[in-house]
């Protein structure tokens, strides 16, 4: 079964007061089944953090309106089959794009998976270590993720 929308920030792309939306994404696995939208984002900061993609059917992160995405210390394993870029933009050109804050630190790719970069490529230090996670680099992800993902819950027995 495939999860097409996974996470969307944002309430539209006409209501600009999200700019303030300041979200961290983290310590998630994204496998099987899952599309898109891991997160999608319209306006804000997202940082995204230590997560493990390691399959993806069109896109991992996308975003319109110029979101600010900071990417650190993840794993991107691209799917034997479709998409290996990691973001997407929508319909836009390059020239509507490319100043956008889309920054990859410390990520790890595998399997031809890629993650294009714009804007500044040192965006992250306008945000203070205050208001951003720290991160491992994107090799210990499989680590830090081994228990992530969905619990199998049962009546009786909680774990």
Not at 61 to 81: C, L, M, V, W
Not at 134 to 140: A, I, L
């Amino acid at each position: 079964m495939k999860k097409l929308l996974v996470i969307l920030f944002g309430a539209s792309d006409s209501y600009s007061a999200d700019k303030k939306m300041q979200v961290t994404v983290a310590l998630n696995h994204f496998g099987k089944g899952l599309v898109e939208r891991m997160p999608r984002c319209r306006f804000g900061f997202i940082h995204v953090v230590n997560n493990d993609y390691n399959h993806w059917f069109l896109y991992a992160i996308g975003g319109t309106n110029n979101p600010t995405i900071i990417s650190q210390g993840n794993r991107y394993s691209a799917p034997g089959f479709g998409a290996k870029e990691v973001t997407c933009r929508g319909l836009l050109k390059p020239a509507q794009w490319k100043n956008w804050n889309w920054v990859s630190q410390g990520d790890h790719f595998e399997s031809g998976a890629f993650f294009t970069p714009s804007g500044n490529p040192s965006a992250s230090k306008r945000f203070g270590a205050d208001k951003m996670m720290p991160f491992k680099p994107g090799q210990m992800v499989p680590e830090l993720t081994k228990y992530a993902g969905p619990l199998s819950c049962s009546i009786g027995r909680p774990y």
